[in-house]
Antibody
């Protein structure tokens, strides 16, 4: 069974750096065609694609966040880490990680439950 | 690539047939996915590659395409179908989402 789960702080201060971890099970981050992406959703608003890291280490980011965002996978191939610097109240949202398979659906087939992040001093 | 979804909201009744549209700002081939999201939960994949039903999704959900215009049709609405629907292109990064369509009773 494929699962993903996000973890990290629920509250960060403005200008601080947010670090979220997506722990995966049931598949390997090194399997050809596999990617893990991040999507966020401010309260009452639409989904926003943030970025993705692929099995081969390639990373792609939203242009609007590219200067602040890093997505990496750990050496053990079980976690994907999102780092977002210089947090602002506009970054408050529920953050989701999700699995994408380029050799199958090329869509986010499995999602984590999400983690809510508030930004306040 | 901008994805323009319409309508923003839609009212319907159980048993109705509804259509949600998503227009891509440029050619995306058939790299178009539809998701359903219920309040307080993560989105779930309904349709990928514009018309392929994801595993376990009822056949009343149908996706179609004409050029850069994509359509999600739900026939015989069930109570559990009242949710928000999003389209997403995965033709090229950033893999942009539409603004969503809230389907209400």
């Amino acid at each position: 069974q494929i699962t993903l789960k996000e973890s990290g702080p629920t509250l960060v201060r403005p200008t601080q750096t947010l670090s979220l971890t997506c722990t995966v099970s049931g598949f390997s981050l090194s399997t050809t065609g596999v990617g893990v992406g991040w999507v966020r959703q401010p309260p009452g608003q639409a989904l926003e694609w943030l970025g993705i890291v692929y099995w081969d280490g390639d990373q792609f980011y939203s242009p609007s966040l590219k200067s602040r965002l890093t997505i990496t996978k750990d050496a053990a191939e079980t976690q994907v880490v999102l780092t977002l610097t210089n947090m602002d109240p506009f970054d408050a949202a529920t953050y989701y990680c999700a699995q994408l398979r380029t050799l199958r659906s090329f869509a986010f087939e499995v999602w984590g439950p999400g983690t809510r992040v508030a930004v306040s001093s | 690539i901008q994805m323009t979804q319409s309508p923003t909201s839609l009212s319907a009744s159980v048993g109705d047939r509804v259509t949600i549209s998503c227009r891509a700002g440029q050619n995306i081939n058939t790299y178009l996915n539809w998701y359903q999201q219920k309040p307080g939960t993560a989105p779930s994949l309904l349709i990928y590659a514009s018309s392929t039903l994801h595993s376990g999704v009822p056949s009343r959900f149908v996706g179609s395409v004409s050029g850069t215009n994509f359509t999600l049709t739900v026939s015989g609405l069930q109570p559990e179908d009242f949710a928000t629907y999003y389209c997403q292109q995965t033709y090229s990064t950033p893999y942009t989402f539409g603004q969503g369509t809230k389907l209400e009773i």
